[in-house]
């Protein structure tokens, strides 16, 4: 008996071993096939690292799908699961972008339901609001043995040439007791919108947006409410129409087989910007890493990379937020225009150092030509008359230090 268990065992060993050559075996031949193919690849990525093509001027962006041509306030419903969404924020929060749930839905035709999938988006409104902001997705219907008796309803025609897109709404931040701020969400969406209309009126890569009422029904007997949003196109889709394709950060820092080869103009005309809006809530090199940018790389016509930087993400800047409530008496009166113009000069000063007067220079003179535009835009936008009023007080801020006492202060330091 002994004997027979000691054969069995070396039977079994044996046939182990030859499993872990054979194994090996094809793991030392797929290396052989594949490394010079790997080698290949990380040759071609310090290339692209190494290529400079920062001279080489932005082309211009090819229109964005039909969702995003119109500018009225678009009606939409979806369907959900959304108080088990509400319930699973803190733990959502948590997560990264790559493992957090995809919620099943639906979107809500008049023909129909169509599947959709949604995901829970961004770190603050995830951890801090009663309701977040989300990733849509169009799915495809789950594949049946019988044969339906009606066809899934077709996509309205305003939604045929777009798998998803984000609903960004602004919810009341249950982590800070306050009035103003993101406790205006029924407003700020609709200004946030007008913060990217006017960084493509400014001449800044940035992606389409569009307003919208949502209607919110819910799978359960939970009662059905609506929140203003902005629907803001996807990463790709926004890349596609630039000719690029996006870049995935590591943490807040770039790839180490990709340079930073964006013009310096462009990277100070960034920052200008914000400082128009009030905005501080971004990251820009040189300095710590990125954040509130999208990174993309595109082929020059002379082969070499070049990369793109597009400002995103506006909730936090003052002109959108307000210096008061929307509700009631105001908390905060509007600071005098010498106070602004003080604010708004910080934002600028406190990153002076990055780039050169003269680069400073260039991108002032930039925005200065482009004033009518954004002023024009302004103008046009779709958003509430508080709003507008926000935004007038910091554009005219803005261009009043750039033509008094922008570029003096920057060259004393």
């Given at each position: ?80 699961d959304w108080a088990l ?98 406790a205006q969400g029924d ?12 960084a493509a009126a400014a ?211």
């Amino acid at each position: 008996m002994i004997l027979a268990l000691r054969l069995h065992f070396l039977t079994m060993m044996k046939t182990h071993f030859r499993s872990q050559l054979l194994s090996a075996w094809i793991c030392f031949q797929s290396l052989l096939l594949t490394g010079p193919v790997m080698a290949a690849k990380e040759k071609e990525e310090l290339v692209e690292c190494s290529s400079v093509a920062s001279a080489v001027p932005l082309p211009a962006v090819a229109a964005p799908q039909k969702l995003f041509q119109g500018t009225s306030v678009l009606e939409m419903s979806v369907r959900s699961d959304w108080a088990l969404i509400r319930s699973l924020l803190p733990l959502e929060a948590t997560l990264t972008k790559e493992t957090r749930t995809k919620f099943p839905g639906f979107f809500v035709t008049d023909n129909g339901n169509l599947a959709a999938t949604f995901q829970i988006k961004g770190n603050t409104s995830a951890g801090r609001f009663d309701f977040p902001k989300l990733k849509f997705r169009f799915e495809k219907p789950l594949p049946t043995l019988s044969v339906p008796l009606k066809p899934p309803p077709m996509r309205p025609s305003l939604f045929a040439e777009v798998d998803g897109f984000s609903i960004n709404t602004h919810g009341y931040d249950l982590s800070i007791d306050r009035e103003d701020g993101f406790a205006q969400g029924d407003k700020t969406p609709f200004r946030e919108a007008t913060a990217y209309e006017l960084a493509a009126a400014a001449g800044l890569p940035t992606r389409a947006v569009r307003r919208a009422q949502v209607t919110y029904v819910s799978m359960d007997s939970s009662p059905t409410f609506v929140k203003p949003a902005l629907l803001l196109e996807r990463e790709g889709d926004f890349f596609k129409r630039l000719g690029a394709k996006e870049i995935e950060l590591q943490g807040p820092m770039l790839p180490p087989t990709v340079c930073l080869n964006t013009p310096d103009v462009e990277l100070a005309k960034i920052v200008l910007f914000h400082s128009m809006l009030g905005n501080w809530d971004y990251m820009i090199p040189p300095g710590l890493g990125f954040h509130n940018l999208m990174i993309g790389k595109m082929k020059t016509a002379e082969n070499q990379f070049r990369v793109v930087l597009a400002p995103e993400d506006f909730d936090n800047a003052a002109a959108v937020r307000g210096e008061a409530t929307d509700q009631g008496t105001p908390r905060i009166e509007w600071p005098s225009d010498d106070l602004l113009e003080k604010y708004v000069a910080s934002l600028i000063l406190e990153r002076r150092k990055k780039y050169s007067i003269k680069t400073w220079q260039l991108a002032a003179e930039d925005l200065k030509q482009r004033k009518p535009e954004i002023l024009k835009a302004l103008e046009v936008a779709n958003v509430d008359e508080r709003g507008r009023k926000n935004f007038e007080k910091y554009i005219t801020a803005f261009f009043a230090v750039v033509d008094k006492a922008l570029l003096i202060d920057l060259a004393d330091q």
